[in-house]
């Protein structure tokens, strides 16, 4: 039996950040962290981006130090009130708290899917780019954050890249449709077939050497749902990343829907600004900081020699207020309520702003053209 302060479930940039925030606060209490993949936390956005540019796989490994790591083992058992956990191997986990950073698995495709790639981990990564040469016919399926990131990145190594999504445009969820239909041309330009309003049926008959998935992912809340803590949408957590009304019970990161008190509203965020974060502020709560969380996390993204960082909500369902300096190019969107106060900013090849677009969104003043961060 393993026995310790401190168990963290998962193994990635998370729970990396939770063993810092913990050591903050207690130098010495043991910390166990069990993952499921046979590698040491890494940074998992080099793997749709820097990596495909020449990155060395050198600089994702993020070094985990003051815990002890058991890799390769997935926990499959959890007894909140016991204070015990199982892996799949039978090993048993004696804890006095544990946190949740479960992450999320990919969404997959309905019916027989064949030898899809369900791109995720460094080990897909690695599979892909194997498989990958000059002239390989490579489908993308999704148009969403992985799909477009995928397809740029397959294209600009010399895949023959086709794009389907049901979506019309790529970014859709994300992008005001204007800026969405010239990134779509954008693709197209740069030599990427766009099935946009696609649908596939069965993955047998695409004619493809390889078939990627970016389809987003599914919160890994099992564990949380069988221990009998709240769930809808992932695990249910208050400011401190409690769940319920435990104080020996945490989640964060992927899987943590958690209260953003600058938006009024819960979420659920999948991005790497906030694994960081959030996985901090938790882990240090963990270890008796109290401290809330109120961070507004960023997330990036690179498509060919397009670039952006957006804060806040931004989803295309909102209102938009846009400033650009070169439309489509440059510039900068707010996403805004009826009420023109700014709920998210995208800003499109604009860096450095991003702590002014928080700001914005925290002082809630409403938004006028021309005066975006």
């Given at each position: 039996?393993?026995?310790s302060k401190?168990?963290?479930?998962?193994?990635?940039?998370?729970?990396?950040?939770?063993?810092r925030?913990?050591?903050?606060?207690?130098?010495?209490?043991?910390?166990?962290?069990?993952?499921?993949?046979?590698?040491?936390p890494?940074?998992?956005?080099?793997?749709?981006?820097k990596?495909?540019?020449?990155?060395e796989?050198?600089?994702?490994w993020?070094?985990?130090?003051?815990?002890?790591l058991v890799?390769?083992?997935?926990?499959?058992?959890l007894d909140v009130?016991?204070?015990?956990?199982?892996?799949d191997?039978?090993?048993?986990?004696?804890?006095?708290?544990v946190?949740?950073?479960t992450?999320?698995?990919?969404?997959?495709?309905?019916?027989?899917?064949?030898?899809?790639?369900?791109?995720?981990?460094?080990?897909?990564?690695?599979?892909?780019?194997e498989?990958?040469h000059?002239?390989t016919r490579?489908?993308?399926i999704?148009?969403g954050f992985?799909?477009?990131?995928?397809?740029?990145?397959?294209?600009?190594?010399g895949?023959?890249?086709?794009?389907?999504?049901p979506?019309p445009?790529?970014?859709?969820r994300?992008?005001?449709?204007?800026?969405g239909?010239?990134?779509t041309?954008?693709y197209?330009?740069?030599?990427?077939?766009?099935?946009?309003?696609g649908?596939?049926?069965?993955v047998a008959?695409?004619?493809?050497?390889?078939?990627v998935?970016?389809?987003?992912?599914?919160?890994?809340?099992?564990?949380?749902?069988?221990?009998g803590?709240?769930?809808?949408?992932?695990?249910?957590?208050?400011?401190?990343g409690r769940?319920?009304?435990?104080?020996?019970?945490f989640?964060?990161?992927?899987?943590a829907?958690?209260?953003n008190?600058?938006?009024?509203?819960?979420?659920?965020?999948?991005?790497?600004?906030?694994?960081?974060?959030?996985?901090?502020?938790?882990g240090?709560?963990m270890?008796?900081?109290?401290?809330?969380?109120d961070?507004?996390?960023?997330?990036?993204?690179?498509?060919?020699?397009?670039?952006?960082?957006?804060?806040g909500?931004?989803?295309s369902?909102?209102?938009?207020?846009?400033?650009?300096q070169?439309?489509?190019?440059?510039g900068?969107v707010?996403?805004v309520?009826?009420d023109?106060?700014?709920?998210?900013?995208?800003?499109?090849n604009?860096w450095?702003?991003a702590?002014a677009?928080?700001?914005?969104?925290?002082?809630?003043?409403?938004?006028?053209?021309?005066?975006l961060?």
């Open positions: 039996m393993e026995t401190y168990l963290i479930i998962g193994g990635g940039m998370t729970a990396d950040a939770a063993v925030g913990i050591r903050e606060h207690d130098a010495d209490g043991r910390i166990v962290l069990v993952g499921d993949e046979p590698h040491p890494y940074k998992r956005p080099p793997l749709s981006k990596l495909w540019a020449g990155g796989e050198s600089s994702i993020k070094n985990t130090e003051g815990a002890d890799l390769g083992r997935r926990i499959t058992a009130d016991a204070h015990t956990a199982t892996d191997h039978g090993e048993t986990y004696e804890f006095e708290k946190l949740l950073a992450g999320g698995s990919p969404r997959r495709l309905g019916g027989e899917d064949g030898d899809v790639v369900y791109f995720r981990t460094l080990d897909d990564f690695r599979a892909l780019k498989r990958v000059e002239g490579v489908t993308v999704g148009g992985i799909g477009s990131e995928i397809g740029a990145a397959l294209a600009s190594n895949a023959q890249v086709t794009m389907i999504f979506e445009t790529i970014g859709f994300l992008f005001p449709r204007g800026l239909d010239f990134v041309d954008y197209r330009q740069k030599g990427v077939t766009v099935d946009a309003g649908s596939v049926d069965n008959d695409l004619d493809a050497d390889v078939i998935a970016g389809l987003g992912i599914v919160p890994n809340v099992e564990l949380a749902e069988a221990a803590r709240a769930v809808d949408n992932g695990i249910v957590v208050d400011e401190y769940v319920g009304d435990r104080d020996d019970v989640a964060a990161g992927d899987v829907n958690y209260p008190a600058a938006l009024g509203k819960r979420f659920r965020v999948e991005h790497e600004d906030h694994a960081n974060t959030h996985g901090k502020v938790v240090a709560n270890a008796g900081a109290n401290q809330p969380y961070h507004i996390p960023l997330f990036y993204s690179d498509l060919f020699d397009l670039g952006y960082e957006a804060v909500e931004v989803d369902r909102l209102r938009t207020v846009e400033d650009w070169e439309e489509n190019k440059k900068t707010a996403y309520d009826d023109n106060h700014p709920r998210g900013f995208l800003l499109w604009v450095d702003k702590d677009a928080r700001d914005a969104i925290k002082k809630g003043e409403p938004v006028q053209e021309g005066a961060v």
